[in-house]
């Protein structure tokens, strides 16, 4: 039996995505991490969140977006769903697929809605306005827009315009 693999690879996956300037992507192989954890297969993945979340911070220490794995049960679409969503809560990109079935339930898990963008979109014009005013505080809907307000809703206008363009 080969142990450590996936978990090695969990533990060192900064010092991996640092020792390359040519990754693009981190992809998740949950179902060989789930073998190797031992975790049986569920909707609610409570044995991989560590390792999931600790690979999405490594992720986003290094600038890369990260997809969530496959999901095997891919008949079971209330599964599925409820994985895409967490998936999507845990901060991943993206999920990978093994059957056309899943793709528009994907497309929908981790695209921008149309609440998301219409609210990025109030925030880049507030802070937009805000500006030209010369003021150096943004609220929209009753919160304090920052910075950091700012760039996610541009990074999700981006994302919303590319996908909308396909």
């Not at 056309?100 to 339930?105: L, S, V, Y």
């Not at 809605?113 to 990025?120: D, F």
């Amino acid at each position: 039996m080969d142990y450590g693999g996936n978990a090695r690879g969990i533990l060192n996956l900064d010092a991996v995505l640092g020792a390359s300037t040519s990754i693009d992507v981190v992809v998740m192989g949950t179902t060989d991490l789930a073998k190797e954890l031992r975790v049986p297969p569920d909707s609610e993945r409570l044995g991989l969140l560590n390792a999931l979340s600790h690979c999405i911070t490594v992720a986003r220490a290094h600038c890369l977006d990260i997809l969530d794995g496959v999901h095997l049960d891919f008949l079971n679409s209330t599964d599925f769903d409820s994985i895409c969503a967490q998936g999507r809560r845990l901060g991943f990109d993206g999920k990978t697929l093994i059957h056309p079935c899943q793709i528009a339930e994907a497309n929908r898990a981790f695209s921008p809605n149309a609440a998301a963008v219409n609210h990025a979109e109030k925030v880049l014009a507030a802070w937009q306005e805000a500006e030209r005013e010369g003021k150096g505080m943004v609220v929209v809907d009753g919160r304090l827009v920052e910075n950091l307000h700012l760039e996610e809703a541009k990074r999700l206008l981006e994302l919303h315009t590319a996908i909308s363009g396909r």
